[in-house]
């Protein structure tokens, strides 16, 4: 029997627009900025549904990869956004782990707050910081479906040493949900893609 | 700016050790005997931890896609065995709802609960039912993290019209987990790999 890889390939656009992003890293909102932007394109190139995350070294103020859905377009239901980014600097820093030694604390940013799967990957990741923009219930305003997080799921982050800070632009990312709902953007029967 | 591709490519051995399976699939308990074999050859092949899944048609009693831990091997902290073989399957489908209307009900047998990470990514992937071999506690004796779970995981599933089944096999895929970390198999920090 053969089985076939499973291959996801960033939008032939992303290099670009990451390359010629004018707003800089160095901050967290700046970074969010950067996210949320990055959202708001995926939807105007139609490469996907509303959300974008992205990998940064915020010391150096540096981005390490992006990441956007890429559910439809690779046929992968668990493509979401934040587990592409991670993936993308994990195959960019040669690291499973992205907190391993000799590697800078590093930053996930999502434009709207984790679903459950993408929740429970970002211990497994080694990422030490998450900054979430919109909230889940931005999200389920326009009927995606958050999945089953834990009420403490923020506390649970924190117990295994990552810092979870939230509504950091998160009018700017509800409105690029908002605006992507309004426009008839497929909901997929209420699960979040 | 350029960013890499995500690859995920299974062992080698694995399309000779399904071809070869005598054990049939067209019962549960059969289903989930070949899960944990394959779980226990990743472990003696040294191609990755000891969980393995698989995603099964059970009305034709047919595998549709295998998967191992690659995490390590493919430097992806989201490479669980439950979100390779979601991931195969989807492939071999060309569907990123495996519940799509022109395919079977599809079924996913883990040899270990699911994590945090996996649970949630069970019901954006379309199956209809979760069969679990050994419990997230088998995990955990060995040092394992199952994550941030809710306490009622199962209902939540149910909730989204997944039936789940646990403790088939349980005590094989106890053993293994048992024999790997007897043999000394890394535990990663505490981190289900």
Known sequence: MQFPDIQLTLPEWIGDFCGQW???????????AFVVALSR?????????PFAAA????QRGMLVAPGVNLVVPSACSSAHAEIVALSVAQQVTGAHDLGAA??????????????AMCMGAVPW???????????G?????IGMDEGAKPANWEAALAARGITVVRDVCREEAAAV????AAQGGPIYNGRKL
């Open 55 to 58: 990998v940064f070294d915020p």
């Open 177 to 180: 949900l908002q605006a992507y």
């Open 125 to 135: 990741s080694g990422v030490r910081r998450l900054v979430c923009c919109a909230r």
């Open 22 to 32: 004018q707003g800089g890293f160095d901050t967290e909102s700046k970074r969010a």
């Open 41 to 49: 394109e995926n939807v105007a190139r139609g490469s996907g549904g």
């Open 102 to 115: 000799g590697l800078p604390p590093l930053e996930l940013v999502s434009s709207t707050e984790p679903c």
């Open 137 to 141: 219930e931005d999200a389920e305003a």
